[in-house]
């Protein structure tokens, strides 16, 4: 079979396509690169907000009239969508030859080419890999180290999509690490819906720290980076290890979506304002150079200009390196759904009102960072990330002259506007 892939939504997602996309090429499949190459189209859907099922639909559509028109034989489906509506989609996309749950994924050299719904139980199997492919590029690499959440955001789809939280276990993370290493990746960013809770289900306690130091002990290892952080569960250990370990990128994802307490009791968030800030000042105080990316939710159900203003002080106060501003989406099955709603005019407003605060805070920023020296990530040769910036989520930066494409090295800036920096090469750290 030759497939061609169309992958949905966040990182975590992207992570699933590698997985089962390896999975197939083990089993004599070929990846193509245009549907035009292909007999099956697989899509791996998103459907946590109403906008990725919009686009997740579009995708689908377009596949079936490819099949229809004769340019490929299958279409499979897969991913958040099928998980979260089920036997909609089978009703809605009867022309789909498989449609296949997030589960089942372990699984896809064995339903690609059978008909029907598969629909299973939600398990953590043990696969150690023989080896791992990557759909970024060759230096970077998403590596996922859980899967589902046991928070019950008041926003949030991911429970009922994905399950309770399942940690991998450490030698299967680490094995995976051991082959993206080998395979040239010098950046691999661990990912979760909660990266800062692993380890709870299979060892009974929060374990990224002890799963840290594993990591830190792979020959050849480049950098880690840790996304995706809830802020009650970053810990003084974690910020040491951080401060201690060169290895590990002074960066952290750390998804706050609001400080306002009557806010962050409706949305049933684990940790008031006063924690947000005691964690974010232990953060930078052990680790002063740290770089913190966030996101913020505005227009959340009874959320009042009090509130609001609130939110802004504290963008002003605490200077984000990046940051990102999403306005409320209202989702069925979820109990913000049922709160009274706040009109979508004030919504847009306060998103716009935060991402100007933000800009302001970028101006800042950037005043103390024109002639500062740190690592860079080489994307290209003339163009690549700052310790600073994840792949795929935050800004880029352009080279006054080129280096060997994925590279680390030292760097100096010698110009900042908005999230536009230029980066001086200064000395090469790893090739």
């Known amino acids: 079979m030759k497939f061609f892939l169309i992958s949905l939504g966040c990182p975590k997602n992207l992570t699933n396509s590698e997985e089962f996309s390896a999975r197939l090429l083990a089993h004599g499949h070929q990846l193509v690169f245009t549907p035009q190459e292909a007999d099956t189209v697989i899509i791996n859907t998103c459907g946590f907000i109403s906008s990725a099922v919009k686009e997740g639909t579009e995708e689908i559509r377009h596949a079936l009239e490819l099949k229809r028109q004769g340019v490929i034989k299958r279409v499979a489906v897969t991913g958040c969508m099928v998980d979260r509506y089920r036997e909609q989609m089978a009703k809605d996309f009867p022309e789909a030859d498989t449609v296949f749950s ?60 994905r399950g309770a939280y399942r940690s991998k276990p450490m030698e299967q993370i680490v094995q995976e690490a051991r082959l993206l290493t080998q395979n040239g990746v010098k950046e691999i ?86 924690k947000i800030k005691d964690t974010l000042d232990m953060l930078k105080k052990t680790v002063p150079d740290i770089s913190l990316r966030t996101n913020f939710i505005v227009g959340f159900p009874q959320e009042t200009q009090k509130d609001f203003n609130e939110l802004k002080k504290f963008v002003r106060e605490y200077e984000f390196d990046n940051m990102g501003v999403f306005e409320y989406f209202r989702e069925k099955g979820t109990p913000a759904y049922e709160m009274k709603q706040i009109p979508a005019a ?60 994925g590279c680390i090295f030292y760097g100096r800036v010698v110009a900042a506007q908005g999230y536009e920096r230029e980066i001086e090469p200064l000395k090469i750290i790893k090739k």
Do not use: W
């Open 346 to 405: 004030v919504k847009h407003q306060r998103a716009r009102e935060l991402e100007e605060t933000q800009s302001r805070v970028i101006d800042k920023i950037n005043k103390r960072l024109v002639g500062a020296e740190m690592e860079v990530i080489a994307d290209g040769a003339d163009f690549g990330r700052t310790y600073k910036d994840a792949p795929d989520i935050d800004g880029k930066v352009t080279f006054t002259k080129p280096v060997p494409p």
């Open 189 to 274: 960013s661990l990912i979760a819906q909660d990266t800062t809770s692993y380890g709870i289900d299979l060892y009974k306690k929060p374990s990224l720290t002890d799963l840290l130091k594993k990591l830190l002990k792979i020959r050849g290892l480049g950098r880690l980076r840790i996304m995706y952080a809830y802020p009650n569960l970053v810990t003084q250990e974690l910020a040491d290890l951080m401060a201690g370990e060169e290895q590990i990128f002074h960066y952290l994802d750390i998804p706050l979506q609001h400080i306002a307490d009557p806010v962050l009791k409706n949305m049933n968030r684990q940790c008031d304002g006063k």
């Open 102 to 161: 997030i589960a089942a994924q372990d699984h896809v050299e064995d339903l690609i080419g059978q008909d029907g719904l598969f629909l299973e139980s939600l398990a953590n199997a043990l696969y150690i890999p023989e080896y791992k492919m990557t759909l970024t590029a060759t230096h970077t690499a998403y590596l996922k180290i859980a899967d589902g959440c046991n928070y019950r955001c008041a926003y949030c789809t991911i429970p009922f999509i």
